[in-house]
């Protein structure tokens, strides 16, 4: 593996040497002397009184506690619990604590420290040290000693330098492995837990709509019950460490209007119910299933009410219907927006009211909280503010910090095996996995993979062969050590075998002038044609050509959305030269979102793709290519052949996505990949349908079928159910995914695999807007994607034996069933 150049961080040699109050950052602080009189046997006595209040009582239930503490707190420490104060060379000056700090607002402590030294320290064990340090100026130097809860990005693995690199969110939904997710949790929260960090801001349970959207790398995929069943397994990964899992972005930020970015990122086009059926559904099952005790507010408005200031959603739905029970933060600027974007306040003073009025407990900003601090104060002295309100917004936050544990040990208690845990081999053979499961096998005409010893000569060719542009560092681990590109991982998987290894460029990702150049395609530049003939050239002289294009952080991400689905870039060209050699082109696609390959899809016979593999994903690509890994992962998202077809997605509206060829309309109809598509080197046959109640009276049902693998490797296979209410009051969805599992089989092996229906499955809006479970029947389909169905059966479902059945066996309408008469089972 290559050892990526580790860049702007400083070793632990030069960190301890940093003492003198200014330095870039100090490991040491000489400033404040250690109280060590308030540590008691099984107690801290963090308001210095002498004496174990019961907040400082280890053995009282958590709300006594909470109580007792807010009874103590003045307002000026009870509005410091409403803010963020990020972190070094963010908003702080400092990396350990100052007698600034004395002087300033942070005297009266703060709800959290976000992204605090995150790229700046090196050596764990440091890193560890100094957030401990920090976190002693709030235990020891305030009036309460109320610890600072300590937030940070994780949605491709902690953010933080050196830990360990994980494929995108997008990536990880690809992997269709609730298992895996649930161990992806475990990684960055005990990673997080050794550095100091309790609060990790994943996973992302967006539903992304549009596949032009420049988050949809950071989404998990397009269906609400991938995203939801992904997101419950990370979550309780993460908080099984005692680390606050703060899902985001709450909530219907997955369809920004056409996409948009920056300060556009509002007014989505959802109608009431599939605000409740695809963009609440995953964070009501995260917060219910897996007790997530943070999450972030959105920046987008529905119906004209901004998120940040919106109670509805941040009281009535967040916390009444699903039972939320941690603390909101805003996205950053969530709350200025309220004046500065959504016009809706008049002022910042202002915003503030509307947020902390709606639920929103903490506002997160890249700049000093003071002003937004200040403001609080003024709005409770002016009687704007009820100190009822207030308390209620400090109280969520410090029912986190007990959860947490902080009142009984604020510091890391690991951070001298720091790095003996972060980016440990454990970790490291994690995250590979990931890299493996999240690979799709897209096509593979007359088997060309895998390609084993059949080729000698490999060309290797395109820019993402040789690259690690395409692991993005934003919002995860930066200053990987695992890193391999595909070009790496093939030489090395081959070595000693005979096979040659060659490589060439060919074309950059996309050119100068990116991205206004998407509008007008520029030719090729001298330069460009000279590196396509040097690929050309060692292609000719090869038996086989890998060719790995596709998209970089430069593409895809945050802010990044674009308005074409197409290949970036001249990288079109780069495919078509390579397919007139006449040589066999084996196509590696890391992509970012869904993208056209329709000229790759017709003329290249083999295509594997991955969705931001990671740091090992290279070495993964090349296992596969080779065949000493079978792919088995599935798209997460509809690839539509143009951007034209846009909105084309899933869950969808009966005949909502059908394009005929014929009747006047053209040729470039119907999908190029649909959800849930992903081949194998093998075969898998499905058979034994099995529904254990054909007729329920409770909406709860087994259903079963067995599955082989019909073929002459080993390899996984994803089992996916889909459900159809027949006959709806109202218009309904076609096919919701209501259960998968991967499951690996050897050749000739067969396995049951089976999945419970619930009545949270089944549950539909009627005319009068109430969520019920209509009698009737249920269509089941079970599958190998969404299109690729093998087996169907149905169930009915009926509220008594009376209404159900008529005198010719026909299935009525009874009457509507609400939801909550039925006592919810969960889903493992």
């Excluded at 099952?285 to 959105?298: I, K, P, S, T, Y």
């Excluded at 805003?330 to 959504?342: E, F, K, P, Q, T």
């Excluded at 000229?599 to 596969?624: H, M, N, T």
């Excluded at 349908?689 to 296979?717: H, P, R, W, Y």
Aim: charged share 25%; net charge neutral.
């Amino acid at each position: 593996m290559n050892k990526r150049i580790r860049k702007n961080t400083l070793t632990v040699t030069a960190l301890i040497a940093c003492l003198l109050i200014g330095s870039p950052v100090q490991a040491k602080n000489t400033t404040f002397p250690h109280k060590k009189n308030i540590y008691k046997k099984g107690w801290i006595d963090f308001n210095k009184n002498g004496k174990k209040d019961i907040y400082e009582d280890p053995s009282q239930d958590i709300q006594k506690r909470v109580d007792d503490l807010l009874s103590q707190m003045n307002v000026d420490e009870k509005t410091c619990q409403v803010a963020t104060f990020y972190g070094y060379k963010k908003a702080l000056k400092d990396s350990v604590p100052t007698q600034e700090w004395l002087k300033s607002i942070l005297k009266d402590g703060i709800a959290n420290i976000d992204e605090h030294l995150n790229k700046e320290i090196d050596d764990h064990n440091t890193l560890a040290q100094a957030l401990s340090e920090t976190q002693r100026f709030f235990v020891e130097y305030t009036r309460l000693g109320i610890p600072v809860d300590f937030t940070n990005e994780g949605i491709r693995g902690l953010c933080a330098s050196g830990a360990t690199s994980f494929p995108s969110m997008n990536g990880l939904g690809c992997t269709w492995n609730k298992e895996l997710a649930y161990l992806e949790g475990v990684v960055e929260g005990k990673e997080a837990r050794a550095l100091g960090y309790t609060n990790v801001y994943a996973p992302i349970l967006d539903v992304p709509r549009d596949q032009r959207w420049g988050r949809w790398e950071g989404s998990i995929g397009e269906d609400p019950y991938l995203v939801a069943r992904i997101g419950v397994a990370m979550a309780k990964g993460i908080q099984d460490q005692k680390v606050v899992s703060s899902p985001k972005h709450f909530v219907g930020y997955g369809d920004c209007k056409a996409s948009r970015q920056w300060d556009a990122r509002t007014d989505p086009h959802i109608t009431p119910s599939e605000m409740y059926y695809i963009h609440e559904y995953p964070f009501r099952r995260v917060f219910q299933e897996a007790g997530a005790l943070g999450v972030m507010c959105a920046y987008n408005d529905y119906d004209g009410v901004p998120m940040s200031g919106n109670y509805h959603y941040l009281t009535e739905v967040l916390r009444k219907e699903m039972g939320f029970k941690g603390y909101v933060v805003s996205d950053s600027y969530a709350i200025g927006r309220l004046n500065g974007v959504h016009k809706v306040t008049h002022n910042f003073k202002e915003s503030g009211l509307w947020a902390l009025r709606a639920g929103l407990n903490v506002r997160t900003e890249f700049n000093d909280p003071t002003e937004y601090i200040n403001n609080i104060r003024e709005l409770v002295n002016e009687g704007s503010l009820s100190m009822k309100r207030l308390d209620d917004m400090v109280r969520d936050v410090l029912y986190v910090k007990f959860w947490l544990g902080l009142f009984d040990q604020p510091y890391s208690s690991e951070h001298k095996e720091a790095n003996n845990i972060v980016a440990s081999q454990e970790h490291l053979d994690i995250a590979l996995r990931v890299s493996r499961e999240c690979l799709v096998l897209m096509k593979n005409q007359n088997n060309l993979l895998p390609l084993g010893n059949k080729y000698k000569k490999i060309a290797v060719v395109g820019p993402n062969a040789d690259s690690d542009s395409y692991v993005p560092t934003h919002y995860g681990p930066r200053n990987f050590d695992a890193f391999s590109s595909i070009l790496d991982g093939l030489k090395n998987v081959y070595q000693g075998t005979g096979v040659e290894v060659n490589y060439a460029k060919g074309i950059n990702i996309a050119y100068k002038g990116w991205p206004e150049c998407e509008l007008i395609d520029e030719p090729l530049n001298e330069e460009e044609q000279k590196s396509i003939r040097e690929a050309v050239e060692l292609a000719q002289k090869s038996d086989v050509i890998v060719l790995a294009v596709g998209d970089n952080a430069a593409t895809s991400g945050e802010s990044r959305s674009r308005t074409s689905l197409d290949l970036p870039g001249h990288q079109n060209e780069l495919i078509k030269a390579m397919v007139e050699t006449g040589k066999p082109v084996v196509l590696v696609l890391i992509w970012g979102h869904p993208t056209s390959i329709n000229y790759a899809d017709k003329y290249c016979p083999a295509i594997l793709s991955a969705a931001f593999p990671g740091a090992q994903g290279g070495r993964a690509i090349a296992e596969a290519l080779k065949g000493d890994y079978n792919p088995g992962g599935k798209l997460t998202g509809t690839w539509p052949k143009t951007v034209g077809q846009l909105p084309l997605n899933i869950p969808t509206k009966p005949n909502a996505n059908w394009e005929p060829l014929k009747y006047y309309s053209v040729a470039n109809k119907g999908l190029l990949y649909c959800f849930g598509h992903g081949l194998s080197y093998t075969n898998f046959t499905y058979n034994d349908l099995k529904i254990d109640s054909m007729f329920t009276q409770t909406a709860q049902v087994e259903i079963s079928c067995k599955v082989t693998n019909s073929g002459k490797v080993a390899g996984d296979e994803v089992v996916q159910l889909y459900v159809n209410d027949v006959v709806s009051s109202t218009t309904t969805y076609e096919k919701n995914l209501r259960g998968f599992e991967r499951i690996h089989l050897e050749p000739g092996e067969s396995k049951v695999v089976k999945f419970q229906i619930v009545p949270d499955d089944l549950i539909l809006i009627n005319a009068a807007k109430q969520r019920v479970v209509e009698p009737g029947e249920f269509k089941v389909m079970v599958g190998s994607s969404y299109e690729d169905i093998r087996l169907t059966d149905s169930f009915f479902y009926k509220s008594t034996i009376e209404d159900a059945r008529n005198g010719s066996g026909k299935i009525e309408r009874g009457k509507m069933i609400n939801e909550a008469d039925f006592k919810e089972k969960v889903i493992e």
